[in-house]
């Protein structure tokens, strides 16, 4: 699940990158793991300053920064896992600013694909396996925040 926070109305592709962006942030999580708690109350604070929340996975490309909320069933996901690598992707080609939060998980649990992280990624997809390895490690190696109890 994703959202992304903006206000301008332009989308730069990959092949264009200009530093004009459709939305300021965007916001890759697992709904289950967060929305009730860390998400929901990241969401209602992004509204209370007026920047607006969309669902569209072309808001990666569009947006300035993209934030990653790494949670026990994160890697479950597919969907959250092409975000990762979408979101890396600009992190290269538009030098978007990722900024990795860990939600009572470990840092090293998702570098080293250990736990729910290491179970995910081997039922996934043959052809993806490999890029979701390298995405989780090359992530989990940016600074980032560790949250470990609720707030």
Request: glycine content about 4%; overall charge positive.
């Given at each position: 699940m994703a959202h992304s926070v903006g206000k301008e109305n332009?989308?730069?592709s990959l092949s264009t990158p200009i530093l004009t962006y459709e939305n300021?942030?965007?916001i890759s999580f697992h709904a289950e793991d967060?929305?009730?708690r860390f998400t929901g109350?990241?969401?209602a604070a992004l509204e209370r300053k007026r920047i607006r929340a969309s669902e569209l996975m072309k808001a990666i490309e569009a947006s300035r920064i993209a934030v990653v909320v790494f949670s026990k069933n994160y890697a479950t996901s597919n969907g959250c896992l092409d975000e990762l690598v979408k979101i890396m992707e600009c992190q290269r080609v538009l030098n978007?600013?990722?900024l990795p939060i860990f939600y009572k998980v470990s840092p090293?649990?998702?570098r080293?694909?250990?736990?729910n992280f290491a179970e995910a990624i081997m039922n996934g997809p043959e052809d993806k396996v490999n890029i979701w390895k390298t995405t989780l490690k090359d992530v989990a190696n940016l600074a980032g925040?560790?949250?470990n109890r609720d707030r």
């Open positions: 332009f989308a730069p300021e942030v965007f967060t929305r009730t109350h990241l969401f978007q600013t990722v090293s649990d998702v080293k694909h250990k736990g925040y560790s949250l």
